[in-house]
């Protein structure tokens, strides 16, 4: 029998579980987030000093067994010695999508604007879209990502994409795939279904993203964990 997460652990024994797992990750200090649970979802607060950090927590409290989802209000602030101009940062953002060999850096348009990067232009596949923001997030002195990235892709035939798609899933052993239910339309992908982990969703995401010919994909994917 499949069960919830909220109806076997308390909102505080996620709470502490998710204060033990920010002491684990070396990348953030527990001491600078915030921990509120409510029915299994969790409020992030506090002021860290990259925007990598930001996510580093975010990904820490989605590791939890038990939580269902995060909400993100974690502030970042940079500390003046480690403040860089936009200029500087503009030129950092560049030199990060040129040196990685899968991104077609030319077709990728950047705007910094007090340490926010916005990230515009038109590329082939989904994953690109998502490498590029990736390979800007932990440059020192981003405050945050904006990806406006168009994926353009060729009309495909969507039973044939659908079922390529279910045979990916079916491949990984870690996976159930007839949990989950695959549509396919104009280029736009739509999972439902029922996942046991926040890690096997976005294994799922991850594998979806790599298929051709997907321009985006949405996810109604609940994590029920098992007892």
């Not at 030199?95 to 910094?112: G, N, Q, S």
């Amino acid at each position: 029998m499949v069960t919830t997460a909220t109806e076997n652990k308390t909102d505080s024994q996620i709470q502490q579980d998710v204060l033990r797992e920010l002491r684990w990750d070396a990348r953030v200090k527990e001491t600078e987030i915030g921990v509120e649970v409510d029915q299994g979802i969790v409020t992030l607060t506090g002021r860290v000093e990259s925007y990598a950090k930001k996510l580093a927590a975010r990904e820490a409290a989605h590791r939890v067994f038990g939580v269902l989802d995060v909400v993100d209000d974690v502030e970042v602030r940079i500390p003046g010695s480690l403040t860089r101009t936009d200029e500087d940062l503009a030129r950092a953002v560049r030199h990060a999508l040129e040196w990685d060999v899968f991104l077609p850096d030319t077709k990728i348009r950047t705007t910094v604007s007090h340490g926010l990067v916005t990230l515009e232009g038109e590329v082939e596949n989904l994953v690109d879209r998502y490498d590029a923001e990736r390979a800007v997030r932990r440059l020192q002195g981003i405050k945050g990502v904006a990806n406006n990235l168009a994926v353009t892709v060729k009309k495909a035939d969507e039973g044939k994409l659908r079922k390529a798609i279910q045979d990916t899933l079916e491949r990984r052993a870690d996976r159930e795939a007839d949990m989950i239910d695959v549509n396919v339309s104009d280029g736009k992908v739509t999972l439902e279904g029922r996942v046991h982990s926040w890690a096997e969703k976005q294994a799922i995401l991850d594998a979806v993203r790599q298929a051709p010919n997907v321009r985006f994909v949405s996810a109604d994917l609940k994590i029920e964990p098992v007892f």
